[in-house]
């Protein structure tokens, strides 16, 4: 029998370290199998593909795919070869949850509170990444495409744990959207507004840069070189795959990996590729788009087949947020209520797909809950670098090693946090959600608008969703479930207390 998440007691193992569960049969199991990996001589390589504002319901394995006129045919195949996460959470927007992932750290402790634009100051600097810790313990790390966790020098990515970037520093629409009359038509037939945005102290080029070194400016992101930058990345990590197999006669060729690939796509606005422009069944730029990334998947899986590393590699598929439906219609099909930018379900949970083919089970589907945060963790006890976990500051991600090595492995989260911005939003326990802020009930702000419009409203007495009943979260169960009421509000204390003991900063604040 499962464990009850809602009844069993989580344990904290470190004052800094955030309670999770340790189930004893699992914890066995997945250590003697790590063990048997690790006694090859091996560490595992790890490959996050990271989506843009795609959502949970795009992909034909969580009932989108043909459904919504983008088949999805490798990403479907992948999920069968691994786990298909169905409680899988991401941060409300790009920045924060970005930051989240590599730090293991909510928003509210690495101050990266909501995404800088257009050069805005502030960034992931003075953060330990676990890009960087894996990195001491002798991978190489890459990262590609987006970056979007500050474009100040400190914050690059080949400063803070990355042999080399290859990619551009922030968001796809700002490099695009003044130079499209459609958007834009006030700065485009505007010589003085154009120079004045070219003026703005950000790069408009994409860049590459390694370890240490200043980034050098490979293009200029115009609107055709925006659509050529999904190819472009995806062959560049290709080659990466290919230079680091072993026997491939590269001067890195053999040393465990993390490459951190994170796609253009799909953020407003898209361009389609020429090769995919129109070739969805719905004919509409955004699924165009989501064949690509569909495509993407598919490249760099089989590069990893054809050089003999896939059964030596984690993957890890994601997005940074939920759909956005301010830009409707995108990606108007959840099964969740509101979008990007708010703590309702159709902010946070996201689409996530772990496989590590031999390693961890095939077939799997579970609504175990995971953050992306709980990655920093399992992924250093993967490599075998658990000990270079920071002591100095909290770590709200777990381990998750257990949940994933182990054939029927149960979740080590028994508590999810959703914050929106500096506001605490709701709790999360079993299929209950404790909510006690949120975007505004408007029916324009929540039902396809994004979080980022409206108001935010702090409950009274609190609501609880059954998110198994009630996905939408379209009826408060409290007053006929305050049975639970304890096991919330002692779940939020010690979630508060953790701030007295380690609080938080705000380089980048809340807009206000
Ligand atoms: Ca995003």
């Given at each position: ?52 504002d795609?959502g949970?319901g ?57 995404p ?47 042999d ?9 629409d ?62 560049y ?35 389609p ?13 955004y ?49 969740f ?34 953050s ?74 929540c ?35 305050l ?30």
């Amino acid at each position: 029998m499962p464990h009850d998440p809602v009844v069993t007691e989580a344990v904290r193992e470190a004052a800094h370290l955030e309670p999770q569960f340790r189930f004893a049969d699992q914890e066995a199991l997945a250590a003697s199998r790590l063990a048997a990996y690790h006694a090859t001589g091996k560490s595992p390589n790890v490959l996050v593909i990271l989506f843009d504002d795609v959502g949970w319901g795009d992909f034909g394995c969580y009932g989108g795919g043909v459904a919504v006129g983008a088949p999805t045919p490798n990403i479907d195949r992948l999920a069968r070869r691994g786990m298909l996460l169905t409680s899988c959470y991401s941060e409300p927007s790009c920045t924060p949850s970005r930051a989240s992932m590599m730090t293991g750290r909510l928003p509210m402790r690495h101050g990266l509170l909501r995404p800088p634009m257009y050069g805005q100051k502030g960034g992931l600097d003075g953060e330990i990444t676990f890009a960087q810790l894996l990195r001491e313990a002798g991978y190489v790390t890459q990262a590609v495409g987006k970056w979007h966790m500050g474009e100040n020098v400190e914050s690059q990515p080949q400063h803070v744990g990355f042999d080399d970037f290859y990619g551009f520093l922030s968001v796809s629409d700002m490099y695009t959207e003044w130079r499209d009359p459609y958007f834009f038509p006030e700065i485009v037939y505007s010589e003085e507004r154009t120079k004045w945005v070219e003026n703005l102290p950000f790069n408009r080029c994409f860049v590459h840069a390694v370890k240490g070194g200043e980034t050098e400016n490979v293009e200029e992101v115009t609107i055709p070189v925006l659509s050529q930058l999904d190819q472009k990345w995806t062959d560049y990590s290709l080659d990466f795959i290919r230079r680091m197999a072993p026997g491939s006669g590269g001067a890195e060729a053999g040393r465990p990996w993390f490459l951190y690939h994170c796609t253009r796509g799909a953020h407003f606005d898209n361009y389609p590729h020429e090769d995919f422009l129109g070739r969805s069944p719905a004919k509409h730029p955004y699924k165009d788009t989501i064949i690509e990334l569909d495509d993407i998947v598919g490249r760099l899986v089989r590069e990893l087949e054809a050089t003999g590393q896939l059964e030596d590699t984690l993957i890890f598929i994601s997005s940074d947020n939920g759909p956005e439906m301010e830009t409707w219609p995108d990606a108007a099909y959840s099964p969740f209520r509101c979008a990007k930018g708010s703590t309702w379900e159709g902010g946070q949970r996201v689409p996530g797909i772990v496989a590590w083919p031999g390693m961890i089970e095939a077939d799997r589907a579970t609504d175990g809950l995971f953050s992306q945060m709980d990655l920093f963790r399992t992924v250093l006890r993967l490599a075998g670098a658990e000990a270079a976990t920071p002591t100095d500051r909290y770590i709200d991600g777990v381990d998750q090693t257990a949940f994933l090595l182990c054939p029927d492995g149960e979740s080590t989260r028994k508590y999810l946090y959703y914050w929106l911005v500096n506001v605490f939003s709701a709790l999360r326990v079993g299929e209950w959600k404790f909510m006690v802020a949120s975007t505004s009930d408007d029916d324009r702000d929540c039902l396809n608008l994004g979080g980022f419009t409206g108001v935010t409203q702090k409950y009274t007495h609190g609501r609880l969703y059954n998110l198994y009943l009630d996905p939408k979260e379209s009826h408060s169960y409290m007053i006929r479930k305050l049975a639970y009421i304890d096991s919330f509000t002692g779940g939020l204390r010690d979630h508060f207390m953790s701030f007295g003991a380690y609080p938080g900063k705000h380089p980048i604040a809340a807009m206000s």
